[in-house]
């Protein structure tokens, strides 16, 4: 049944509207919705370009040979290998689902998914692993801007930034961590009771205690009475660029704890 519809403002009146037609108006919003059900939800769901599957704990993701071997030259190596050279389905062992779905949604071009704070040091790894090299400067890059606001500068962050310069050979990174931890504003004392304090190579650990002048078995001790000097260096004298650069070829020739 047609219903007519008329509203009159004094002299003016809108034009009528037919309940047939808005019936009809509403039909290209429905076909979008439906459309825009209809795509496929990337990596999980299978598309036109999908042409290899990563297997990741049991679970599939659908990409491309172009987009991996553009990004990883430790991937190409894999895809060209005679064990999966003409295989569709490639297994990557101790990899994490979540993880391997981030660095796609990463590194495809039609997505380009910023770095999160929750995600920048495992994709660092993985940047690391397969060699992406353009990507692992792009974290360090992230964490160096992350680091310029000093209400970043806490302890827990700083020493997570200082660990992963370290293992993965970052030296901005590595400079930037050091010359923040050896202000005397910045206590030891809090970045030794830290638990991350513990993942760093026993050279760091001689080096910011000589930075600082405190040793772990200083903090253990009872608190000193207040007008004791503490007999702690001005570490700000120690780093310069000159001495950073020496201590960080050093760094890699130490035992690591």
Known sequence: MTSELKFNFGNMSLSTIHSDDMQDRKCPRQNATEARSEKNVPFIEEDAFSDIVLVVEGKRLYTSRSLLSMSS????????????????????????????????????????????DQSIFMILSLAEEYQIWNLKQKCEESLLLCLNNEKNQNEELLLKCLHASDEFKLFA???????????????????????????LSRFLKSMLEAFKGTTREEVLKPATHPTMSSGRRDSTLFVNETNLKKAYSTSFTQTKS
């Open 73 to 116: 030259p430790v991937l190409t190596r894999l895809l060209q290998s005679p064990e999966f050279k003409e295989k569709r389905d490639i297994p990557l062992t101790g990899k994490k689902h979540e993880h391997i779905l981030e660095l796609l949604y990463i590194l495809h071009p039609a997505y380009q998914r910023k770095l999160s």
């Open 173 to 199: 990174l590595w400079t930037k961590c050091l010359q923040i931890i050896s202000k005397p504003s910045l206590s030891m004392t809090s970045l030794q009771r830290s638990s991350g304090y513990e993942n």
